[in-house]
């Protein structure tokens, strides 16, 4: 049998690790627009308002658009520079930010919009001060923008504990990691459900 279509929904952020996962997750049962940086079928930078916005201009109107982009640097708290935070600012939370400002008009009433934010907004580690910081400012844009954009068009985010292929690849102990197939199915879950204004957590309990 089949799996429903959910209709036209855009991946951003579609060459990276969870990105590739969320186009396989979506793949037959929606059409998938791929955008990032490179390696895409549509190119953008979300540090660019006008890139974004040529985006849109080039895809149109979505069922969803789905945000897995943006880079945020650990940094040991002695260490930090104000090009640390510039870049984390600009990138995941400005990155975010100005893409939904640029999309939400080309989302159909009652589509959905899914931010990626990150579990270290509440569990803090060293090194993480940028991270806790752009992770947090996301879930708050999140809860805000859900009550204002209207049109029925649901606003929410998906935050992901640690990644097993990046625990692997970083030579860690993968066992406190969730498999980037399984936080994929989470943006899924949010594009299909009701919910306006949450964040779903996808890591490991415990």
């Not at 400012?137 to 292929?165: K, L, Q």
Request: aromatic share 4%; with cysteine; net charge neutral.
């Amino acid at each position: 049998m089949n799996k429903p279509m959910i209709g036209k929904v855009l991946v951003v952020g579609a060459s990276g690790l969870l990105g590739r996962a969320v186009v396989r997750a979506l793949d037959g049962r929606a059409e998938v627009i791929q955008a990032s940086r490179k390696n895409s079928t549509q190119t953008v930078d979300i540090t660019d308002q006008a890139s974004i916005e040529a985006l849109f201009g080039r895809v149109g109107s979505v069922d969803a658009i789905v945000c897995v982009a943006g880079m945020v640097r650990f940094v040991p708290w002695a260490n930090v520079t104000n090009d640390d935070w510039a870049h984390g600012l600009s990138q995941k939370l400005m990155g975010q930010v100005n893409l939904v400002r640029a999309g939400s008009p080309f989302v159909r009433d009652g589509g959905s919009i899914i931010l990626t934010s990150g579990v270290l907004a509440q569990y803090p580690i060293p090194g993480s001060s940028i991270v806790t910081t752009v992770n947090a400012a996301i879930e708050g844009f999140v809860r805000s923008a859900a009550i204002e954009i209207g049109r029925g068009v649901r606003v929410n985010a998906v935050s992901p504990g640690w990644i097993t292929e990046t625990m692997v690849a970083m030579g860690m102990d993968p066992s406190p990691g969730i498999p980037a197939a399984e936080v994929a199915e989470r943006f899924v879950q949010l594009i299909k459900s009701d919910a306006n204004g949450t964040v779903l957590v996808a890591a490991k309990e415990g």
